[in-house]
């Protein structure tokens, strides 16, 4: 998984443009990945998932894309607007059965 | 439909003092997960349950943390005695399909340990 630090990674975007939030991870057994969105003072709400079987999925003006080879996980939101503002992170499960977290990405939005 | 609903939303105790998080899961769902959510550590699993037992506990941090789950409908995260480092949030979430399939997490019990 990805490294402990104080500080999440940031990305800030124009309203209206693509966002491209990545994750890294580091079982190769993990067969089954999520991407949540946390918005301030709330719960992680599930955006779109997809299993090692497939290298991308799409939803409503999300995508989500696998890189087993090196082992890594993209997230695609088209249009963005500034609801999207909030911390994304991806999780990951494999073998083990449990469902592990990145450290978050925060997206902020400008209008 | 309700969703995944935990009290108390706040708490702020003093140290040493026992502190019970509640959680009911979704009517139907047969997996519930506690997570510690920290700046310096992110989210953290303590303990999940499938059909009420628990199945792995490797993630909670002492002794002095115990869960139980009495109940399809109803949770406990107990922290006693309480330690200002407990502070964080806690979230419960609850899975229909266990640990393979997407988690639909509560509001969260924001701790505040003095």
């Known amino acids: 998984g990805e490294s402990v630090g104080l500080h999440l990674p940031t990305l800030s975007v124009q309203e209206g443009d693509n966002s491209i939030i990545n994750c890294a991870y580091s079982n190769s057994a993990s067969d089954y990945f999520i991407w949540y969105k946390q918005e301030s003072g709330k719960g992680p709400q599930f955006i779109i998932d997809i299993r090692s079987n497939m290298d991308k999925r799409q939803g409503q003006r999300v995508t989500v894309l696998l890189n087993k080879t090196v082992k890594h996980l993209s997230l695609q939101i088209a249009a963005t607007q500034p609801g999207d503002s909030a911390v994304y992170f991806c999780a990951e499960s494999g073998n083990t059965g449990k469902l592990i977290f990145g450290q978050g990405t925060t997206l902020q939005v400008k209008p | 439909d309700a969703g995944v609903i935990q009290s108390p939303r706040h708490e702020v105790t003093e140290m040493g003092q026992e502190v019970t998080l509640r959680c009911k899961p979704i009517?139907?769902?047969?997996?519930l997960f506690w997570y510690r959510q920290t700046m310096m550590r992110g989210l953290e699993l303590l303990i999940y349950f499938n059909n009420n037992v628990p199945i792995d506990d490797s993630g909670m941090p002492e002794d002095r943390f115990s869960a139980k789950m009495p109940n399809a409908s109803f949770s406990t995260l107990k922290i006693q005695p309480s330690e200002p480092r407990d502070s964080a949030v806690y979230f419960c979430?609850?899975?229909?399909?266990?640990?393979?399939?997407?988690?639909?997490f509560g509001e969260g019990s924001r701790l505040t340990v003095l």
């Open positions: 979430a609850s899975s229909a399909r266990g640990t393979g399939g997407e988690l639909f």
């Open positions: 009517s139907g769902h047969n997996s």
